[in-house]
């Protein structure tokens, strides 16, 4: 395995995965975990323990930034992370039978149609609209939603980020950078949970491709979240729906 590949592979691989965490809170594993199993004959395990952990500064970086443009929702993430940390325990522990490529299927799966979703019914709630809702309402809804999105995530391993951003567009109704912007939020600590758990298990990864992935996909989504939070609502639904159907589209080709 040269130095030149294994240069290429995480680069692209922390490109895609930056773009997708910055635009639409997507998580690094459906991108970075197929591509170092497909070009790098890595172990899975460990695969989505670099995922996982290249997950966390990224996702942080694009919190930050969304938070600094004001798109973020602290309370409500809080709450709606604590449901999805406990109900992914429990969706684990109820799927000890389910098939593994049936996780990494629904993860292409949700990516695509959401994808679609954007491009063809842009999200266009108003910040104004969004906090029309009554403040109790929105924790009971937070609580509810997070137990779905956590016990989800747990039984079928995968699509976390992108389930928050449907139910946070589609169902809580909220303006679609304070959604990507809140479930970024979310995914920094899930993701930390998730690859604390992989590496205490697993053991550590080839720190050369582990820091590649972490620092390539760090830059791009930080320049992700930068262009997002500038970008217009019509905008940044097609380049975010655009960016989730290309990404669909290159998993379902390398896994």
Not at 144 to 164: L, N, Q, R, T, W
Not at 225 to 238: G, I, P, V
Request: glycine share 10%; charged share 10%; aromatic share 10%.
């Amino acid at each position: 395995m040269t130095i030149l590949k294994i240069l290429l592979i995480t680069f692209f691989a922390g490109m895609g995965a930056g773009l997708g965490t910055g635009f639409a809170g997507m998580s690094a594993a459906a991108v970075i975990s197929p591509m170092l199993i497909a070009f790098l004959d890595m172990e899975p395990y460990m695969a989505v323990g670099i995922a996982l952990s290249s997950d966390v500064l990224a996702s942080a970086v694009s919190a930050y930034t969304y938070g600094k443009n004001k798109n973020l929702d602290i309370k409500n993430g809080l709450i709606m992370m604590i449901t999805v940390l406990l109900f992914t325990v429990v969706g684990s522990y109820v799927a000890r039978l389910v098939p593994s490529h049936t996780m990494g299927n629904f993860s292409v799966f949700m990516t695509l149609l959401l994808g679609i979703k954007f491009i063809v019914k842009p999200v266009m709630t108003t910040k104004e609209k969004m906090n029309e809702v009554d403040a109790k309402k929105r924790v009971i809804q937070s609580i509810v939603c997070g137990m779905i999105i956590g016990f989800i995530c747990g039984f079928v391993g995968a699509g976390g980020g992108m389930m928050m951003l449907l139910i946070l567009t589609s169902v809580l109704g909220y303006e679609l950078k304070t959604a990507v912007g809140t479930s970024v939020f979310i995914m920094t600590f899930t993701a930390l949970t998730g690859a604390v758990t992989h590496f205490a298990i697993g053991g550590l990864p080839n720190p050369f491709i582990w820091i590649l992935c972490i620092v390539f996909t760090f830059i791009w989504a930080r320049i992700a979240a930068l262009f997002a939070n500038k970008a217009d609502a019509k905008t940044l639904n097609r380049v975010t729906g655009a960016i989730l159907v290309i990404l669909g589209i290159a998993v379902l080709f390398f896994s």
